[in-house]
Protein backbone atom coordinates (compact mmCIF):
# COMPACT_ATOMS: atom_id res chain seq x y z
CA UNK A 1 0.00 0.00 0.00
CA UNK A 2 1.68 3.40 -0.48
CA UNK A 3 2.21 5.50 2.15
CA UNK A 4 3.79 8.67 2.82
CA UNK A 5 7.08 9.06 4.45
CA UNK A 6 9.19 11.23 6.07
CA UNK A 7 12.60 12.29 6.87
CA UNK A 8 14.45 12.51 9.21
CA UNK A 9 12.55 10.57 11.93
CA UNK A 10 14.30 12.79 14.42
CA UNK A 11 16.07 16.00 14.05
CA UNK A 12 17.83 18.16 16.91
CA UNK A 13 18.92 21.23 16.36
CA UNK A 14 20.10 24.24 18.35
CA UNK A 15 17.74 27.70 18.96
CA UNK A 16 18.22 29.90 15.76
CA UNK A 17 19.39 27.24 13.80
CA UNK A 18 17.20 26.44 10.15
CA UNK A 19 15.41 23.28 10.04
CA UNK A 20 14.19 21.54 6.61
CA UNK A 21 11.47 18.91 7.61
CA UNK A 22 10.97 16.68 3.91
CA UNK A 23 8.08 14.84 2.87
CA UNK A 24 7.57 12.18 -0.10
CA UNK A 25 3.86 12.43 -0.87
CA UNK A 26 1.94 9.54 -2.10
CA UNK A 27 2.79 10.09 -5.92
CA UNK A 28 -0.62 10.72 -7.20
CA UNK A 29 -1.62 12.67 -4.85
CA UNK A 30 -2.00 16.85 -5.52
CA UNK A 31 -2.86 18.22 -2.31
CA UNK A 32 -0.37 18.44 0.43
CA UNK A 33 -0.39 19.54 4.06
CA UNK A 34 1.99 19.66 7.12
CA UNK A 35 0.48 19.64 10.25
CA UNK A 36 2.13 19.64 14.00
CA UNK A 37 1.53 18.24 17.36
CA UNK A 38 3.21 19.16 20.71
CA UNK A 39 3.85 16.87 22.99
CA UNK A 40 0.57 15.90 24.74
CA UNK A 41 -1.50 18.61 22.91
CA UNK A 42 -3.53 18.40 20.16
CA UNK A 43 -2.28 17.92 16.03
CA UNK A 44 -2.16 21.40 15.14
CA UNK A 45 -3.12 22.37 10.87
CA UNK A 46 -0.24 24.81 9.98
CA UNK A 47 -0.68 24.58 6.35
CA UNK A 48 -2.13 23.34 3.13
CA UNK A 49 -0.85 23.00 -0.29
CA UNK A 50 -1.70 22.58 -4.37
CA UNK A 51 -0.90 23.77 -7.29
CA UNK A 52 2.50 25.09 -6.31
CA UNK A 53 0.93 27.59 -4.22
CA UNK A 54 -0.38 27.72 -0.68
CA UNK A 55 -4.05 27.54 -0.39
CA UNK A 56 -4.77 27.67 3.28
CA UNK A 57 -2.72 28.36 6.11
CA UNK A 58 -3.25 28.52 10.51
CA UNK A 59 -1.81 31.77 12.39
CA UNK A 60 0.47 29.38 13.52
CA UNK A 61 2.49 29.75 9.85
CA UNK A 62 4.00 32.72 10.24
CA UNK A 63 6.92 34.51 8.34
CA UNK A 64 9.43 31.96 10.16
CA UNK A 65 8.06 29.23 8.16
CA UNK A 66 7.92 28.60 4.40
CA UNK A 67 6.84 25.40 2.08
CA UNK A 68 8.30 24.32 -1.01
CA UNK A 69 8.10 21.30 -4.14
CA UNK A 70 11.30 21.10 -5.01
CA UNK A 71 10.89 18.56 -7.41
CA UNK A 72 8.28 16.15 -8.47
CA UNK A 73 8.56 14.36 -5.29
CA UNK A 74 9.59 16.09 -1.97
CA UNK A 75 7.37 18.19 0.05
CA UNK A 76 9.60 20.21 2.49
CA UNK A 77 9.18 22.67 5.50
CA UNK A 78 11.51 24.80 6.69
CA UNK A 79 11.41 26.88 9.80
CA UNK A 80 14.29 29.75 9.05
CA UNK A 81 14.95 30.30 12.86
CA UNK A 82 14.21 27.46 15.42
CA UNK A 83 12.42 28.67 18.92
CA UNK A 84 12.70 26.26 21.51
CA UNK A 85 8.72 26.01 21.48
CA UNK A 86 8.96 24.90 17.77
CA UNK A 87 9.89 21.41 19.53
CA UNK A 88 7.23 19.01 18.10
CA UNK A 89 5.95 16.52 15.59
CA UNK A 90 5.88 17.16 12.47
CA UNK A 91 3.32 15.52 10.80
CA UNK A 92 3.27 15.52 6.40
CA UNK A 93 0.31 14.31 4.62
CA UNK A 94 -1.41 14.34 0.93
CA UNK A 95 -4.63 13.90 -0.39
CA UNK A 96 -5.82 12.67 -4.06
CA UNK A 97 -7.64 14.71 -6.19
CA UNK A 98 -10.53 12.00 -6.29
CA UNK A 99 -11.00 11.86 -2.57
CA UNK A 100 -9.53 15.26 -1.28
CA UNK A 101 -11.14 14.65 2.21
CA UNK A 102 -8.98 11.39 3.19
CA UNK A 103 -5.78 12.59 4.32
CA UNK A 104 -3.26 10.26 4.55
CA UNK A 105 -0.29 11.08 6.69
CA UNK A 106 3.51 10.07 7.55
CA UNK A 107 4.87 8.77 9.91
CA UNK A 108 6.31 12.11 11.48
CA UNK A 109 9.68 14.04 12.77
CA UNK A 110 10.34 14.96 16.22
CA UNK A 111 12.06 18.31 15.99
CA UNK A 112 14.05 18.68 19.19
CA UNK A 113 14.79 22.61 19.41
CA UNK A 114 17.68 23.28 22.22
CA UNK B 1 -15.94 27.72 22.34
CA UNK B 2 -13.32 25.76 20.65
CA UNK B 3 -13.18 25.07 17.66
CA UNK B 4 -13.32 21.24 18.06
CA UNK B 5 -14.06 20.47 21.28
CA UNK B 6 -13.90 15.92 22.96
CA UNK B 7 -14.47 15.12 26.12
CA UNK B 8 -10.11 14.19 26.88
CA UNK B 9 -11.24 10.73 29.25
CA UNK B 10 -9.37 8.49 29.62
CA UNK B 11 -12.07 6.18 29.45
CA UNK B 12 -10.86 2.76 31.16
CA UNK B 13 -13.63 -0.14 29.89
CA UNK B 14 -13.39 -3.68 30.06
CA UNK B 15 -12.96 -5.83 26.63
CA UNK B 16 -16.59 -6.26 25.05
CA UNK B 17 -17.79 -3.05 26.68
CA UNK B 18 -19.34 -0.86 24.22
CA UNK B 19 -18.77 3.07 24.73
CA UNK B 20 -19.53 6.41 22.72
CA UNK B 21 -17.31 9.31 22.60
CA UNK B 22 -18.92 12.88 21.85
CA UNK B 23 -17.43 16.14 19.78
CA UNK B 24 -18.31 19.53 19.42
CA UNK B 25 -17.54 22.23 16.68
CA UNK B 26 -18.14 25.64 16.40
CA UNK B 27 -18.10 26.84 12.52
CA UNK B 28 -21.27 25.54 11.19
CA UNK B 29 -20.20 26.28 7.98
CA UNK B 30 -18.01 23.23 8.39
CA UNK B 31 -18.14 20.92 5.70
CA UNK B 32 -17.21 17.27 6.34
CA UNK B 33 -15.99 15.34 9.50
CA UNK B 34 -14.18 12.28 10.56
CA UNK B 35 -12.72 9.91 13.27
CA UNK B 36 -8.96 9.50 13.38
CA UNK B 37 -7.53 7.67 15.74
CA UNK B 38 -3.77 7.90 17.13
CA UNK B 39 -1.70 5.16 18.92
CA UNK B 40 1.32 6.33 21.05
CA UNK B 41 3.61 8.74 19.23
CA UNK B 42 2.29 7.65 16.07
CA UNK B 43 0.35 9.67 13.07
CA UNK B 44 -3.50 9.83 13.12
CA UNK B 45 -5.20 7.34 11.37
CA UNK B 46 -8.00 7.98 9.72
CA UNK B 47 -11.28 5.60 10.84
CA UNK B 48 -13.66 6.38 9.25
CA UNK B 49 -16.02 9.73 7.52
CA UNK B 50 -19.15 10.26 9.22
CA UNK B 51 -22.23 11.10 6.93
CA UNK B 52 -25.38 13.06 7.97
CA UNK B 53 -27.23 9.46 7.47
CA UNK B 54 -25.27 8.08 10.21
CA UNK B 55 -22.61 5.46 8.45
CA UNK B 56 -21.19 2.07 10.62
CA UNK B 57 -18.04 0.44 9.93
CA UNK B 58 -17.99 -3.18 11.55
CA UNK B 59 -18.34 -2.45 15.68
CA UNK B 60 -18.06 0.98 14.73
CA UNK B 61 -20.40 3.55 14.35
CA UNK B 62 -20.22 7.38 13.19
CA UNK B 63 -23.19 9.84 13.68
CA UNK B 64 -23.64 14.11 12.81
CA UNK B 65 -26.42 15.99 14.41
CA UNK B 66 -25.45 19.56 11.50
CA UNK B 67 -28.15 21.61 13.52
CA UNK B 68 -26.18 21.19 17.12
CA UNK B 69 -22.92 21.14 15.53
CA UNK B 70 -22.42 17.67 17.19
CA UNK B 71 -20.51 14.35 16.03
CA UNK B 72 -20.46 11.13 17.89
CA UNK B 73 -18.78 7.64 17.53
CA UNK B 74 -19.49 4.23 19.06
CA UNK B 75 -17.76 1.16 19.80
CA UNK B 76 -19.10 -2.10 20.11
CA UNK B 77 -17.90 -4.92 21.58
CA UNK B 78 -14.28 -3.13 22.30
CA UNK B 79 -10.76 -4.58 21.85
CA UNK B 80 -7.69 -4.89 23.62
CA UNK B 81 -6.53 -3.23 20.26
CA UNK B 82 -8.90 -0.27 20.52
CA UNK B 83 -7.04 0.86 22.95
CA UNK B 84 -5.27 4.47 21.15
CA UNK B 85 -6.47 8.43 21.11
CA UNK B 86 -9.75 8.77 19.24
CA UNK B 87 -9.76 11.85 17.66
CA UNK B 88 -12.52 14.10 16.32
CA UNK B 89 -11.49 16.12 12.68
CA UNK B 90 -13.83 18.74 11.17
CA UNK B 91 -12.88 20.10 7.71
CA UNK B 92 -13.88 23.83 8.54
CA UNK B 93 -12.78 25.03 4.87
CA UNK B 94 -11.05 23.87 1.76
CA UNK B 95 -9.00 21.35 3.78
CA UNK B 96 -8.36 23.23 6.50
CA UNK B 97 -8.90 20.46 8.86
CA UNK B 98 -9.08 21.30 12.88
CA UNK B 99 -8.28 18.64 15.06
CA UNK B 100 -9.70 18.06 18.48
CA UNK B 101 -7.63 17.67 21.42
CA UNK B 102 -8.61 13.66 21.40
CA UNK B 103 -10.16 11.23 23.63
CA UNK B 104 -8.29 8.35 25.32
CA UNK B 105 -9.69 4.96 25.46
CA UNK B 106 -7.90 2.01 27.32
CA UNK B 107 -9.81 -1.30 26.81
CA UNK B 108 -8.35 -3.50 29.68
CA UNK B 109 -8.69 -7.50 29.91
Known amino acids: EPEVTQTPSHQVTQMGQEVILRCVPI?????FYWYRQILGQKVEFLVSFYNNEISEKSEIFDDQFSVERPDGSNFTLKIRSTKLEDSAMYFCASTSLQTTDTQYFGPGTRLTVL | RKEVEQDPGPFNVPEGATVAFNCTYSNSASQSFFWYRQDCRKEPKLLMS???SGNEDGRFTAQLNRASQYISLLIRDSKLSDSATYLCVVNMRDNDMRFGAGTRLTVKP
Open chain 1, 27 to 31: SNHLY
Open chain 2, 50 to 52: VYS
